[in-house]
């Protein structure tokens, strides 16, 4: 791409050294190089425009204000609605017009007899098309306006006569058709003028199109940041939100001694009051759940993801009906996972996921309650 430009860049300065030599070729190429560069100036122009009048401020001011809201009310189509119409659209239209008669000239120039009088011919009918639409048009709009004498004298001429308009219409249209697809081979087969038809076309994609949703994007370039930072930041919370809610969702019955001790604590102390405290080796099920991050409760100690980090887990210290018990808190589900009284006695543990480090009595503060 950027090979191709540079390529142009050093044709229309070879062009404009060697207009004299090739005036008609080194116009073909030039006027589509101008038409480019008037949409690269009004764009531009348009733009300094958009600062001037306090665009980004505005957008920036509106998402401050508003939130997402304001990110909405910021997009705009800005002063790119300025880079077509009115003096910009008539400069375009003379230079297109400007070329389609350098490649006439190229035309007939290098076409034989009898192809230079089937494109006068054709040239002919278009003509007339294009006064019959022009006539037509401003009959419609009221800027050409007939006196009821004018308009008898003009009807006199056919009294009896049955005019088919359905049939005029369809003759018309079949004409301006042909005529314009006529204009269209020929310019095609002639290789002088096909490649003044491509880029004639293509300056016109190019200030028509890319160059006002080039300058479009440009101007809403705050709002589309913000957007998609949002968007990417909506997602992660959706994400990690999931991924907890699914962590503490497969814990509900893995716990004994968190069901046992919310049944009857003293029950769960005596149960267990002779077992071994196991100080970390966990299940081939724990093992992968830690692994996953995941918060794991077994029947001696509990791997606990993420704690005290955004968006991880939280353990309080909870005064229950029946006993005191540690409980983890994801932000969305509260769940008991040990007494206090056999967590405080070493009977039960409680590891970071990540570290491995045992998490003291003293890092764990007391549940507010009502």
Sequence with gaps: MVQKVKGLISRTGESIKGFSSDPINNLGFLIPMAICLTSIVTGIVTYIMFIVNGGYSSQVGSIKENGLDGISEGFTSGTTGMMVPGIVGKILLALVVAELIVMLINYFKN????????????????????????????????????????LYQALGKFEGVTINLRAILIAYVAVTLVSVICFIVFTLITAECRWMVGYTALSLVFANIVMPLFFLILQNIIPLVSGAVALVVIGALIFFGIKIVASSGGEGGSSPSSSDSSSGGGSWSSSHNEKKVNTGNLSERGEKKRANKELVIEETCAYVPYFNRTLGFKLWKVHGMMHDYIASDNGIITREICSLEWFEKGKFHIYESESGREIKSSEIPWMKQN
């Design 111 to 150: 076409r034989g007899k009898g192809m230079r009088i089937a494109m006068i011919v054709d040239l002919v009918v278009m003509g007339v098309v294009i006064a019959l639409s022009t006539v037509v048009f401003w009959i419609a709009v009221g800027k050409l306006v007939f006196s009821e004498e004018q």
